[in-house]
Nanobody
Framework: QVQLVESGGGSVQAGGSLRLSCAASGYTYSSNSMGWFRQAPGKEREGVAIIYRDVGRTYYADSVKGRFTVSQDNAKNTVYLQMNSLKPEDTATYYC???????????????????WGQGTQVTVSS
């Protein structure tokens, strides 16, 4: 049974930083895509930062470029999202997601991802 477990969310003031972690268990795919989506109240779930493991590339939404960094630790089967210079508009529930196989779509489509975490809340106050 595949599980993605997020941690690291919380509340922070604008300009602050948080690091999210996503630990994967139940599978050992090395050739897939894995990363982070977010969903704010009343808005669609959007791709934030994705690692395309097959080709070693990353995707970042324009709104987070230069502030967020996605990384992975293959030995721990864990993906991280370092979020710096946080803004109130970054407030959302952040979800870890992974595909079962090869996926290179840009921007990433949420319906292409097979596995999802339960979500972790990030709240940025002004």
């Amino acid at each position: 049974q595949v599980q993605l477990v997020e941690s690291g969310g919380g509340s922070v003031q604008a300009g602050g930083s948080l690091r999210l972690s996503c630990a994967a268990s139940g599978y050992t795919y090395s050739s897939n895509s894995m990363g982070w989506f977010r969903q704010a109240p009343g808005k669609e779930r959007e791709g934030v930062a994705i690692i395309y493991r097959d080709v070693g590339r990353t995707y970042y939404a324009d709104s987070v470029k230069g502030r967020f960094t996605v990384s992975q630790d293959n030995a721990k089967n864990t993906v991280y999202l370092q979020m710096n210079s946080l803004k109130p508009e970054d407030t959302a529930t952040y979800y870890c997601a992974a595909t079962r196989g090869l996926y290179l779509g840009v921007p990433p489509r949420k319906d292409a991802f097979d596995y999802w975490g339960q979500g972790t809340q990030v709240t940025v106050s002004s």
